[in-house]
């Protein structure tokens, strides 16, 4: 992303499961004449159930309902940036009100190593449905001249805007984590040229927050990150940093190997030089416990699960396998930041609750089959306990709640009754994060870039 280009922000309608724009007997055999493109009656509407559904025909599409969301809004980056956080910034906790501000930080995936970056990304004047349609206004309640007198500029504030800072990185992003170290911010980036970085991105953010006007990129250049580490000289997808221990952070790669590190003085890390072992395939994601220090989780290729007490020593950190947790590939994980749960993904498509009293026994306490693709991300309601949310490559965002019942009265045949929302619109969801700061906000990343919205339910 060069420095004169500008990152555009839009409010694009994304494609969920509300609606679908099913032809009559009468309109389908129109199809092949002028009248293919006639706007369908709104009682001809049909639900559109991924999966389900039966394949839309010649001229059907599908359609969403507004009504659905309270926040959406989409944007993108030159590149795309299939893993980002969400960074915790100092404007107040359990925000409500809208418009909205938030930041996150992302990795990219450019064709070239040298043409990478960490983009620090200001989201500002995040609005609601409601309020969009009002900026947008009413033409038929609004005469000529009256439009002519609006106060462009003034519309133009009110408008969403990403004010973003990029890093020069050279060589693709597989994962990106941030955390706050003191009064500093810090991201970790797992490269795919096998190495794993700290940055600090405090003036980035600092410079993206007092940044106003258009959506734009401005180039930020630092010489080096704070601190570098080859390990294997192999890639890796495992990274988390701990909430419980100032610094604490772990790294697994392709070659069955995690890491540990611990902040020392100076900005500098050591990491341990005997890995925790006992994986058979590549470590594809890592998750500490939000409450027991040292509890680690990691997910493998090789089908399951582990648990590791990171204050033993390496040869006996390994407290729990769950051997099968998946038919195939456990892609990721998630832990439950109340109850002592964890939720797991894999390329068979499940979605997997595990509780800590039974996991030594490898039985999962909920496993929900809807996707029709491998899950590629996970992660718990910050504030619901019961509540996360799921991607896969089916293109899909799903939302769940755990502790929803079966009604046979409002049940839909094939669809979990714990699925609360699935929204759809993009392609190869990668990664998906609640915000922790502003409740109900969902935030992902594709293919084709990202989408930040809030739902009616959640």
Known sequence: MSAEDDVEMKEEQPIEDVEDTESSDEEE????????????????????????????KNGEELDFDPSAYKVFHSFNSDWPC????????????????????????????????????????????????????????????TSEDESEDEDEEESKKREPKMHAVSIPHFGGINRIRADRLGDSTVCACWSDQGRVQVWNITDALNYSHGMSGESKTEVQKIDRPLFTNNGSGKEGYGLAWSSLKTGDLATGDIIKKIYLW????????????NPLAGHK????????????????????????????????TPKDACVCTVQKAHESDV???????????????????????WSLKTIQFGQPVAVFKYHNGPITSVEWHPDETTTFMA????????????????????????????LMFVHMGQKEVKEVHWHPQIPGLAINTSIDGFNVFKTINI
Not at 331 to 353: A, C, F, P, Q, Y
């Open 281 to 312: 395939k590549s470590v594809e994601d890592l998750s500490w416990s939000p409450t027991e220090t040292g509890l680690l989780s990691s997910c493998s290729a090789d089908g399951s699960i582990k648990l590791w007490d990171t204050r033993s």
């Open 29 to 56: 055999e129109d199809d092949e004449t002028e009248d293919e493109d006639e706007e369908v009656a709104e009682n001809q509407r049909q639900a559109y159930i991924p999966g389900l559904s039966r394949p839309l």
């Open 391 to 418: 991607s896969g490559e089916d293109d899909q965002t799903t939302m769940w709640d755990i502790a929803t019942e079966a009604d046979g009265q409002t049940n839909i045949d094939g669809v979990p009754p714990q």
């Open 331 to 353: 892609n990721v994980i998630s832990w439950n930041r109340h109850e002592n749960l964890i939720v797991s993904g894999g390329d068979d498509g499940e979605l997997k609750v």
């Open 82 to 141: 299939l893993s980002f956080d969400v960074v915790k910034d100092g404007l107040g906790d359990n925000r409500v009100q809208f418009p909205a501000e938030c930041y996150i930080v992302s990795g990219t995936q450019a064709d070239k190593p040298r043409d990478n970056e960490i983009i620090v990304m200001g989201l500002k004047n995040l609005s609601t449905m409601r309020k969009q349609k009002e900026n947008k206004g009413d033409d038929s309640d």
């Open 262 to 273: 611990q902040m020392k003085e100076g900005g500098q890390w050591a990491v341990g030089a």
